[in-house]
């Protein structure tokens, strides 16, 4: 094997150093060109995703602008901003080379409606406030009487507050199931005692917070009797003893 001279490696080095220099200054130069060039400027931004929030909204939170340069665009940023929107569960913000922006959002649904005085909170099912109206929202049950302590938005009410007359309502399937069929729940905090007006016109004496899981599934239960047997029902009553009284227009 022969073996290098001198010359020849201080040659070699040299060789590499200049490519060493040339990749650099090619990147540079790349890098130069990415940042300023309009080849690169944003020119629609996608939104996905959504649908209680506009277009328009998501977009004007995420603070990017059309004709902006892609590379500037901090996309956790971006982000960050998106989701301190009360509605948005999680956000995605992707770029789409060379001049493209692709926003997807997951947001919350409103589960749940409270009434305040003359104020509407709209919650999700996990107890996160999503929005103050003046204007019930139709198909979502009504609960008035109840405390909801301090109320943030885009925060949970169970953050700062027990609220343990609430806690049983809320992350529960079955509960949330009934809850479809209830147009308004009152409670009377002052006699523990909750009344329920459902969406078909029959009234609930449903008595006290408590056992409400298994007293929401009886509901259940016999909403789907009266529907299946074609029982004209105006009144139900879980209030008297352990089984609940119908009471109907006959």
Do not use: H, W
């Not at 490519?19 to 996905?48: C, G």
């Not at 665009?73 to 789409?96: F, G, H, N, Q």
């Not at 493209?100 to 959002?105: E, L």
């Not at 147009?183 to 009344?195: A, E, F, G, P």
């Amino acid at each position: 094997m022969k073996k290098t001279t001198r010359v020849e490696r201080k040659r070699r080095r040299k060789r590499i150093y200049f490519r060493l220099m040339l990749l650099l200054t090619i990147i540079i130069i790349s890098v130069v060109f990415a940042f300023n060039s309009e080849f690169f400027y944003v020119d629609y931004i996608f939104v996905e995703g959504n649908n209680s929030l506009s277009y328009d909204q998501i977009v004007n939170s995420s603070m990017i602008d059309i004709r902006e340069n892609i590379f500037r665009i901090k996309l956790s940023d971006s982000r960050k901003k998106i989701e301190e929107m009360p509605y948005i569960r999680k956000a995605y913000v992707k770029r789409k080379l060379p001049n493209k922006i692709y926003i997807t959002v997951e947001e919350r649904e409103v589960a749940y409606q409270f009434k305040i005085l003359s104020t509407i909170v709209l919650l999700d099912k996990e107890g996160y406030v999503l929005e103050l109206t003046e204007e019930q929202v139709e198909n979502i049950p009504l609960f008035s009487g109840f405390d909801l302590g301090e109320i943030e938005l885009g925060k949970s009410i169970f953050v700062n507050n027990s609220n343990e007359e609430l806690s049983v309502f809320f992350n529960d399937d079955i509960i949330l199931n009934t809850l479809k069929n209830v147009s308004i729940l009152n409670y009377d905090s002052l006699k523990d005692n909750v009344n329920i007006d459902l969406i078909n016109g029959i009234g609930v004496a449903f008595g006290p917070l408590d056992n409400v899981k298994y007293k929401m599934k009886l509901l259940d239960k016999i909403l789907m009797d009266i529907e299946k047997k074609q029982i004209q029902c105006k009144l139900i009553i879980m209030n008297k003893g352990d089984n609940p009284i119908l009471v109907t227009d006959n």
